[in-house]
């Protein structure tokens, strides 16, 4: 529980840093982003490339806590992506992978709950990031698994939506919730609860990316562990992912990027 660890945090500012460490300059994007709750705001967290010529934004609801702390780290990592294309490409390859962005995305995310994140940029003691550290790779690895049932979720019921829309939405939600949730419907419930879900809507047939852009983020941590001793406050890590991810843009296929 990091409740305490972040509340009084400027978030922002921390996600601010955490970019500026790695030479990515996120000033202009935060700049114009529109960042905290206001009455009947959009509660969706969302990164959008408005031209592929630089005018990138992010619609957040920021709270000093861990959530919102991931997910700044999280849309500027998409942010940083969208900005960091090679402008001599075509319009239509100044554009990212969904599987890389969400991977890029989900690596910067993390750090919030990274011992050598909140040491260096949060400014904890590092006796309590000791204390903390093991608690926190195995909430990390529970979170994991826990979301991995939930995309097959969202995968599973997409897949049957589409396949026949006639058939009892309702029903099919709870019966794949209770298979790889392992939660037990409420009795005689018979809503469209499937429909709370923004992204069956708003962003379909995209949640398995998610899933993708965990093993990629894996992946591309590895490497930056190897090519450039990690990531926090290395300029070497932000260099590689702006050399070798960001500037390519769609001129590479996305398995051969990451293979690259």
């Known amino acids: 529980d990091l409740t305490k660890v972040f509340a ?10 955490t ?9 202009a994007i935060l700049d114009r982003s529109d960042l905290f ?5 959009c509660q969706h967290a969302f990164c959008i490339d408005v031209d592929r010529e630089g005018d990138v934004r992010v619609l957040a609801n920021v709270a000093d806590d861990r959530y919102w702390a991931d997910t700044m780290l999280h849309e500027l990592g998409h942010g940083a992506y969208d900005i960091g294309f090679d402008q001599g490409l075509p319009w239509l ?3 990212c992978h969904l599987t890389v962005t969400e991977g890029i995305a989900i690596l910067m995310g993390r750090l919030a709950q990274d011992a050598e994140w909140l040491r260096e940029v949060v400014g904890l003691d590092a006796a309590d990031v000791e204390r ?3 608690g926190l790779r195995t909430a990390q690895a529970a979170e994991l698994l826990v979301f991995t049932r939930w995309v097959l979720v969202m ?3 997409e897949r049957a939506l589409y396949a026949d829309p006639e058939t009892d939405l309702n029903a099919l939600w709870w019966e794949l919730v209770s298979r790889f949730q392992l939660v037990t419907p409420p009795d005689g419930r018979d809503k469209p609860d499937w429909a709370a879900k923004i992204h069956v809507a708003c ?15 894996s992946q591309l941590r590895s490497t930056l ?12 890590a932000g260099a590689f992912l702006g050399e070798q991810v960001f500037r390519p843009g769609q001129s590479l296929r996305w398995d051969r990027l990451i293979e690259a």
């Open 8 to 17: 009084g945090k400027d978030v922002v500012a921390l996600a601010r840093a």
């Open 225 to 236: 562990d190897r090519v450039a001793g990690g990531l926090v406050g290395r300029r070497e």
């Open 132 to 134: 903390l550290e093991a």
């Open 37 to 41: 709750p206001r009455d009947g705001k």
């Open 203 to 217: 962003a379909p047939v995209y949640y398995h990316t998610y899933l993708y852009g965990n093993l990629v983020a």
């Open 93 to 95: 390859l100044r554009d």
């Open 155 to 157: 995968t599973n019921f």
């Open 19 to 27: 970019y500026d460490g790695l030479g990515v300059d996120t000033n």
